[in-house]
């Protein structure tokens, strides 16, 4: 049974083969915003022959695994232990996928792996290529459906026959599948781009409960094709090229068979899967499944992947003031610091006992300084715009007049990226830092509105007040980014003197020092030519170069936001 013509049917075929073998498949990677589409796969899942239980993104150890019941542990005078939502094999359903933190995917993916028989259901509803399901989760569900660009109408309910589906698990033990079957979807998995040993083990998996559904005690060609279909091919990360035999090339066409050799080939149906060509089969399977659009899916998660944030925010800051809450951690208290008393109960909690026995003085609670709990917090630190533009020469007016625009732009929307915008240009023998980091739209226009421009080329003074603006931005809390326009003829030293040699030297230490600080940064080269060095500079802040001669602000403004999401 092949599922390549309808997304609607693998996720039919995909939901009754995860109820015939829910632990041994891992589970469902389901990308699809909320709505009746996804309503419906989730109706479904009541046939899965677990309990069902859901998780948040961002919860904590003790709800996972367990651990005390304060309050029965202090109305009984003895540690009672509350188990957690992973003592028993269930159906794990896991909302806003795509903000699971790496922890929990560590977690989950232990859970999985420990063979306790939970299922897990992923619901991504990410906006972006970038965010999605850590691949640590990815990895371990074998049936991964895309259902954002499927409408409604192309959808019907999915009705699983809960008795045939318990007969299928009953028979699936007894299903068995040739040697080579396992080789040859390794070979094709690596064909496919697929670096994960555990891709083609799941489609084996899938094959056998496929057989099972089937009635069948042997994973025939047809099982092994859907398996293909639904576990390979949406991980497929390049197109297979074809392997060409140049013997076979060069052989004649044979001839046509005759009326007993046509009879001869109509039963070739009974043969054995060690006598077909199986990797060629499955690889028309695996074509046949991919997606017309995978090249610009590609290209989208690799723009995607190592981004600062699509939504504009900076770097993860852990404090214990503000923010998200974040399990406690053991720390002193002291007037930095806020307790957390409930955890800090908990940690006390089994020592009761012992120490009431070792203690002089009569209490019903013994605290020492080893239970102490801090609080903390997680937040998002706001991301800062350094744009360090070229005023001098002849064509400064157009290269600022650009440079205000893209600011202006960006400002924009600061609001709802959260970013901060500052402005240094350099000219004449220094640089002038002629916007602090702000987001305020009325006061940029106002101090852009006059900006002069003409005289030397002071690049390494440029970079240096951006470095101390940079330095002061990540001391108050923010992540800065520099973004460097000009043209790249550097000929004031940063003593003020017209020497282009030493100048040269000047501006290279200048971007060594912002590349130890760890700063990112982009040079956008706004000369008519690319300039060579330009391109070293960039190398050695360890920059992304950008030649855009002739850029307006849209252009430019465009170039800063797909270098910053990249």
Known sequence: ???????????????????VDPAGLGGLWLRARSGPV??????????????????????????L???????????????????????EPAVLVLPMAERTQPGLAARLAGAIDMGAGHCLIAMDEGAEPDETLPAALTDRLALHVDLDALPYGATDPVELDKDALAQARARLGQVKAAPKVLE?????????????LRAPMLALRTARALAALGGEDEVDI????????????????????????????????????????????????????????????????????????????????????????????????KGNRRGRPIPSRRGRLDSGNRLDVIATLRAAAPWQTIRKQESRI?????????????????????RLLIFVVDASGSAAMTRLAEAKGAVEILLAEAYARRDHVALVAFRGEDA????????????TKRRLAALPGGGGTPLAAGLKTALEVAIQAKGRGMTPTVALLTDG?????????????????????????????????????????????????????????????????????SAVSAVLDA
């Open 222 to 317: 047809d099982d092994l094709t859907t398996a293909v279909e639904l576990v390979l091919a949406p991980r497929a990360t390049q197109f297979p090229e074809q392997e060409q035999d140049q013997d076979q090339q060069q052989e004649p066409p044979p001839p046509e068979p005759e009326p007993e050799d046509r009879q001869d080939q109509e039963q070739g149906e009974s043969q054995s899967l060690d006598e077909l060509p199986l990797q060629d089969i499955l690889l028309e399977a695996a074509q046949a499944a991919l997606p017309a659009d995978l090249l610009a899916q590609l290209a989208a998660k690799k723009s995607g992947r190592g981004a600062m944030g699509g939504a504009g925010a900076g770097a993860k800051l």
């Open 432 to 443: 002038e830092l002629l916007l602090p980091p702000t987001r305020s739209l009325v006061q």
């Open 362 to 382: 009569e209490r019903n609670l013994h605290i020492r300084t080893d239970d102490f709990r801090i609080r903390r917090f997680e937040e998002k630190s706001d």
């Open 489 to 557: 003829r550097a000929n004031i030293a940063l003593d003020g003197t017209p020497n282009r040699a030493q100048a040269g030297e000047d501006a290279t230490k200048m971007a060594a020092a912002i590349r130890l600080n760890e700063f990112p940064a982009m040079v956008i080269d706004m000369g008519q030519r690319p300039e060579r060095s330009l391109k070293a500079l960039a190398d050695t802040l360890g920059a992304p170069y950008i030649p855009l001669p002739r850029a307006d602000a849209n252009r430019l403004s």
């Open 1 to 19: 049974m092949s599922t390549a013509g309808s997304v609607w049917t693998r996720v039919e075929v995909g939901l009754n083969v995860l109820a």
């Open 65 to 87: 695994f367990g651990g005390i019941d304060l309050t029965a542990t202090l109305a009984e005078g003895r540690v009672v232990q509350r188990k957690g939502l992973l003592a």
């Open 38 to 63: 996804r309503d419906r796969v989730m109706a479904a899942l009541p046939a899965l022959p677990l309990p069902q239980k859901r998780l948040h993104p961002s919860i904590g150890d003790e709800q």
């Open 184 to 196: 040859d979807l390794t070979l094709l998995a690596v064909r496919l781009g697929i670096d994960s």
